[in-house]
């Protein structure tokens, strides 16, 4: 009660402080006055009198000290000194101060940039709004639930009027790829068909032009219009004149009504569209993701195709919208296998589109694992710190210990040392702010800059990456200031203000011994985990798919952009593929609606004696092994009938992984298999299986997946692969004939993209990821090495200089210079061996945490390469650190060794 | 000359400056150091600067309460009188101090225990 009215009269002392000075002064005057003429009455000189009076007062500075530190908190106050002396004590020591700063701007700016990526990709708000987070609306089968679909128009809006739960409802047909006609060229852009709110919604104002209409929404409504993206704008310098332009999509011309507003992306955060389409337009778009499904926008409740996200109202929780939506889940139809329906409001998944509820809890692990990583950088670097701290407090000793002789208390020095700690910790995340950021922006231009890439991350700091900062400086102050001021503010005064002496024998100091222990053991974990990381990527990206992509081509195109019909599609093709298998240098020619290492796969569900099994879909021609340079395993391959043919009986070819999953390796030729678009459809199509392909992957960092082959007459789709298999070297020179060749079938069929097997490979959005992951994971592991390099370093030059004293002494009674080199390198070694073991069994944890993730594929846990070389490079970079410092031992001068003090 | 002051000061000088308020009525800043250095019979001899953080901490806990006011030789002085919260403070101080002094007192008097 007392403390806490003092409290109170201290915090009011705050501002109040000038006028209680000026109060107090005059309250001594008086005193002063009183005690002078009390010395004149005893009969004293005035001036005697006077000196009496000062003298019983005491020093006048001290006092008044006293009585302003009583006045207000001592903290509040005492913080302010305690910072600009900590200023001063660094800037009287640069090279320590730029080597700490360095140190801690390397460990903070891991953590930094870890973070910024991980904010980016999971934490950011969407489209930075502050609309609160938008919610998935999602609908299922309560006997299945796994099994979610897409919704159909009608019921997304019966979801819209519930705007007792809702602040709003939006809808879009994810991922569609429609071809842009711009100045000659055609191109692939990614588009998203959305409802008319998509944009009020979600992302506030344009910023330039309109939204869609209401009445562009409507299905069937054939008005063609286009909102374009920010990033669209901006790569036509922002013409003011585009918005009322046209533009040609698919063959058909579009007017752009509005640009999206700036970092506008929908609803997920990592992908943006170029450009947004109303319903009532998106039959002019085909759609590959869900090909098959209708990509269209009708009334029909049948035609599934939508995904619904929605914004809560205030105070309404997800649970209580999933209640809300109750009544109307019963009254949706009953899902396929029979079970009820159900309508479930919970998150949306960061990373990936689709039907089905997602907390991306591989992202977030893998999110998780970063950022640990990255802590124990910032870990490392601390103990460094911690180390060098200690040292340079053997040399502040006397300075401490003559602080505390004249009276400052333990508690004030913790403080002083703490604050120098702080100062650094600022500088440094300062300095690591400023080259986060400069990286990012780096790294963003180049993320915009690449051709067809619609992946965006917003690194751009924002004010949790601040946070996110500021929280790593006072964790690493704390880390790394907080046990050297404890121990240096240890009240020992006769051995503080005694000069250094020579230390006794062979004086161990077990502290700094364990801080770079842990450092090289924290190193070496790091370095084996972001050595299986470069070798799955390295792995990944020469690994085997089962096929050679040597003298492969993949020309894309897309009919959709003339406007063709199924049956002239299907001649158009057929020519297209007769003529390319007859050119010159052409080995094979074949289509194929997916190709490998794509972002868009196409599955089915087989349902065997009920066992549920996904494999890849793939529609394709003739001649589809050759393309490849494989053998027929079984049966036959697809007639030039079936590839030209919708009326050909149904067929397929299934790979040999399907075989041994599905039939345990019985013979599969001429068996019936049931494919299905959804686990809630029991039969979508039936085919028989006439042929046996070898296994392949189509993506390398994957497991392996089960094949189904479907031939090409029978499932025509606009937008198809041509895969060509040249004569060896025949690449480069058979590219300008097979543009030739495709313009004269027709001029107007677009080439989207033209290229080698390999060079699309190299530019897969999965390898491009695992290309970054373990960037960032080899970075944070040479920032460690680096880092338990110089703690070494620091330690062993330490302790040498230290003993230059007892060397020189040993040296004069004739002690062999190696010996003493040989002990300063033993008890590195000691250390270092120490350190290792308990790295090993770290590293050994991590493996098995990281091989669990799933992020490890196509590399051994135990990789010899890794296993031995993180070990060894460690152990090569910390002996020279502690060889460079133990060399000197040999040097040591002998008299100048003696008279060192 | 006396003692070091922190001796004597920590913790008794609070009590020191309540007890003369209490037997002195108001008093100003110097008046208490006088009061003080006198009822101790001149054994202490304290900077009265000291005095001054004292006042301001009782005054800031609620026991004091200090006002402007003018000294018998017309000077211009801060007086500071007692609070209730001060009275009862002493009363509780005396309490503390009579049994702590008794206990320390047993163990200087061993023959009185039991």
Redesign the interface.
């Known amino acids: 009660m007392?403390a806490l009215?003092?409290a109170l009269?201290?915090l009011l002392?705050l501002v109040t402080r000038r006028r209680r000075e000026r109060?107090?002064d005059?309250?001594?005057r008086?005193?002063v006055?009183?005690?002078t003429?009390e010395g004149i009455r005893a009969g004293l000189s005035p001036e005697e009198a006077r000196r009496r009076a000062l003298v019983?007062?005491?020093?006048?500075q001290?006092?008044r000290d006293?009585?302003a530190?009583?006045?207000t908190f001592p903290s509040l106050e005492s913080v302010l000194q305690d910072v600009r002396f900590a200023v001063r004590m660094l800037a009287k020591a640069p090279g320590f101060t730029a080597v700490a700063v360095f140190l801690l701007a390397l460990g903070i700016g891991a953590n930094a940039a870890v973070f910024s990526l991980i904010n980016a990709v999971l934490l950011r708000p969407l489209n930075g709004a502050t609309v609160g987070t938008p919610m998935g609306v999602f609908v299922g089968d309560r006997t299945r639930p796994d099994a979610w679909r897409f919704f159909s128009y009608p019921e997304y809006v019966d979801v819209r009027r519930h705007t007792e739960l809702f602040r709003a409802v939006v809808a879009e047909v994810p991922a569609a790829n429609p071809a842009l006609e711009e100045g000659g060229r055609t191109q692939r852009i990614s588009a998203s068909v959305v409802s008319s709110n998509y944009f009020s919604a979600l992302g506030g104002p344009m910023a330039a032009g309109r939204g869609f209409t209401a009445a562009e929404e409507n299905p069937g409504d054939a008005t063609p219009t286009v909102v374009i993206s920010y990033p669209f704008w901006r790569r036509h310098g922002f013409d003011p004149a585009l918005v009322g332009s046209t533009l040609r999509l698919n063959g058909k011309a579009f007017t752009v009504v509005g640009v999206a507003p700036e970092g506008f992306t929908g609803v997920m955060p990592v992908a943006w569209s170029d450009v947004w389409l109303s319903f009532g337009a998106a039959s002019v778009v085909s759609n590959r993701s869900t090909a098959g499904a209708s990509g269209r926008v009708t009334n029909d409740r049948s035609a599934q195709s939508l995904l619904v996200t929605a914004l809560l109202r205030d105070g309404v929780t997800e649970d209580a919208a999933t209640r809300g939506l109750e009544s109307l889940a019963a009254g949706l139809a009953p899902a396929a296998s029979g079970g009820r329906a159900q309508l479930l409001v919970s998150p949306r998944s960061r990373t990936a589109m689709g039907p089905n509820p997602g907390r991306d809890t591989n992202a977030r692990a893998g999110a998780t694992v970063l950022m640990l990583l990255a802590l124990v950088v910032l870990i490392v670097a601390c103990l460094n710190l911690a180390n060098m701290l200690l040292a340079r407090g053997s040399a502040r000793r006397p300075e401490i210990a003559l602080r505390l002789a004249i009276g400052g208390s333990r508690g004030r020095i913790v403080r002083q040392l703490l604050t120098e700690g702080f100062v650094l910790s600022v500088v440094g995340g300062a300095v690591a702010l400023f080259f986060t950021w400069a990286a990012a922006r780096q790294a963003t231009a180049m993320l915009e800059g690449l051709p067809g890439s619609n992946i965006v991350v917003t690194l751009t700091p924002d004010l949790s990456v601040l946070a996110a900062v500021a929280f790593a400086c006072l964790v690493s102050t704390v880390a790394f200031s907080l046990g050297p001021a404890w121990t240096l503010s240890k009240p020992n005064l006769a051995g503080g203000l005694k000069t250094t002496g020579i230390r006794g024998g062979r004086r161990r100091i077990p502290v700094p011994n364990l801080l770079v222990g842990g450092q090289i053991a924290l190193s070496l974990a790091l370095l084996v985990s972001a050595g299986l990381f470069l070798r799955a990527g390295a792995a990944a990206a020469v690994a085997d798919p089962g096929y050679t992509l040597e003298n492969g081509l993949l020309v894309e195109t897309d009919l959709d952009a003339i406007s063709a019909s199924p049956a002239d599609g299907l001649r158009t093709y057929g020519a297209l593929v007769d003529r390319l298998r007859a050119l010159p240098g052409v080995h094979a020619a074949t289509l194929a609606s997916i190709v490998p290492f794509g972002e868009i796969r196409e599955g089915r569900l087989i349902t065997n004696n009920s066992k549920l099994l996904f494999t890849t879909y793939t529609v394709v021609g003739t001649d589809y092994l050759e393309t490849l340079g494989l053998k027929l395993l079984a049966g036959r391959q697809f007639t030039r009938l079936e590839e030209r043919s919708p009326a050909a009986s149904p067929v397929a070819l299934v790979d040999r992984t399907l075989i041994d999953r599905l039939f345990g390796g019985g013979n599969p030729i001429g068996q019936v298999l049931h494919l299905s678009m959804r686990p809630d459809r029991a039969d979508d199509e039936a085919v028989e299986i006439v042929g046996v392909v070898p296994a392949i992957r189509d993506d390398m960092t994957e497991e392996l997946n089960a094949h189904v082959y479907v031939p090409f007459g029978a499932r025509y789709r606009s937008a198809m692969t041509l895969r060509i298999k040249t004569d060896p070297g025949a690449e480069t020179a058979v590219t300008i004939p097979i543009r030739q060749t495709i313009a004269e079938i027709d001029r107007r069929v677009p080439v989207l993209s033209i290229q080698t097997l390999t060079e699309h490979r190299d530019a897969s959005g999965a390898l491009l990821a695992l290309t970054l992951i373990s960037g960032i994971f080899g970075t944070l592991g040479v920032i460690a090495l680096f880092l338990a390099s110089v703690g070494v370093y620091g330690l062993r030059a330490y302790l040498v200089a230290q003993r230059t004293r007892e060397f020189g002494i040993r040296l004069a009674l004739g002690a062999p210079r190696g010996l003493m080199v040989r002990q300063v390198l033993g008890e590195g070694a000691r250390v270092a061996a120490a350190g290792m073991v308990i790295g090993g069994l770290l590293a050994a944890a991590l493996t098995v945490l990281l091989q669990q993730s799933g992020m490890l594929l196509n590399v051994s846990p135990v990789d010899p390469l890794v296993v031995i070389g993180s070990p060894l490079v460690l152990l090569v970079a910390t002996g020279l650190a502690s060889y460079i410092p133990a060399r000197r031992a040999l040097k040591v001068e002998l008299i100048a060794a003696l008279r060192a003090e | 000359m006396g003692r070091k002051p922190s001796d004597v000061w920590q913790g008794t000088l609070a009590l020191m400056i309540l007890k003369s308020l209490e037997t002195m009525g108001a008093m100003h800043g110097y008046g208490v150091a006088r009061r003080i250095e006198q009822v101790s019979g001149d054994t202490l001899s304290v900077n009265y600067g000291t005095i001054y953080p004292a006042l301001l901490k009782l005054e800031q806990e609620g026991a004091i309460r200090g006002e402007w006011g003018l000294s018998e030789q017309n000077r211009r002085a801060r007086f500071y009188s007692l609070t209730r919260t001060g009275r009862r403070q002493l009363e509780e101080a005396a309490r503390e101090w009579d049994r702590t002094t008794d206990i320390v007192g047993r163990f200087f008097r061993p023959g009185e225990t039991s």
């Open positions: 007392r009215r003092r009269a201290r002392g109060d107090f005059e309250e001594v008086s005193h006055e009183m005690h003429d019983m007062l005491g020093g006048a001290q006092t006293a009585y530190d009583g006045l």
